[in-house]
């Protein structure tokens, strides 16, 4: 199995532009969860799906933030106009729900200039 | 609400010595216990899990850990540290129940060791 594999590895974006991070979640898991991780906040679920539907995106800080599911083996997380504070590593990790642990991917590192 | 509180943001310790990371959990009943770690540059790899029954579970590249459910602990323990456990260890918990399972993490402890 190759995990949970994420696109691109790492981003360098100007302010303003829009960034989408890819996921492709491992096979079989129905659960996918997106996290940002900074020295200041540590690890901070933004969302999570569940058989591709959203189930809390309480965590997503603004507007600017929006991420979809539209098959099971496919997310985005998408931030549109990015900015300087949204610089951070996205890791992306995928479960089965009838079984807790979450696998993680290898992360998008984000730098917003 | 629940939380993890992981009380050692960094720790040292000499290659060869034993390890033991600490991890408190504040929950309404017993959840799902995991530890992770982080290597520089990696995502969060699955160190052991605690689902029920023996309370002392074994892991992979040689940790083990112990649920005390008087003192809401899962304490993280290697008898001999290797240079290459450096990291960053994460403790976290899942509910019980649910279709979906959402992990609450700790904040993390960061593991230097020294030649």
């Known amino acids: 199995d190759a995990g949970v594999i994420q696109s691109p590895r790492h981003e360098v974006t100007e302010m303003g532009q829009e960034v989408t991070l890819r996921c492709k979640p491992i096979?079989?898991?129905?659960?996918l969860f997106w996290y940002r991780q900074t020295m200041m906040r540590g690890l901070e679920l933004l969302i999570y799906?569940?058989?591709?539907?959203?189930?809390?995106d309480s965590g997503m800080p603004e507007d600017r933030f929006s991420a979809k599911m539209p098959n099971a083996s496919f997310s985005t997380l998408k931030i549109q106009p990015s900015e300087p504070r949204d610089s951070a590593v996205y890791f992306c990790?995928?479960?089965?729900?009838?079984?807790?642990?979450?696998?993680f991917g290898q992360g998008t590192r984000l730098t917003v200039v | 609400a629940q939380s993890v509180t992981q009380p050692d943001i960094h720790i040292t310790v000499s290659e060869g010595a034993s390890l033991e990371l600490r991890c408190n959990y504040s929950?309404?009943?017993?959840?799902?216990l995991f530890w992770y770690v982080q290597s520089p540059g990696q995502g969060l790899q699955l160190l052991l899990k605690y689902f029920s029954g023996d309370t002392l579970v074994q892991g992979i590249k040689g940790f083990e850990a112990e649920f005390k459910r008087s003192q809401s602990s899962f304490n993280l323990r290697k008898p001999s540290v290797h240079w290459s456990d450096a990291a960053e260890y994460f403790c976290?918990?899942?509910?019980?129940?649910?279709?979906?399972?959402?992990?609450?993490f700790g904040s993390g402890t960061q593991l230097t060791v020294l030649p």
């Open positions: 976290a918990v899942a509910p019980l129940s649910g279709s979906a399972r959402q992990l609450t």
């Open positions: 990790a995928s479960s089965n729900s009838e079984r807790p642990e979450a696998f």
């Open positions: 929950y309404g009943a017993t959840p799902y």
């Open positions: 096979s079989g898991h129905n659960s």
């Open positions: 799906f569940n058989n591709n539907v959203p189930i809390d």
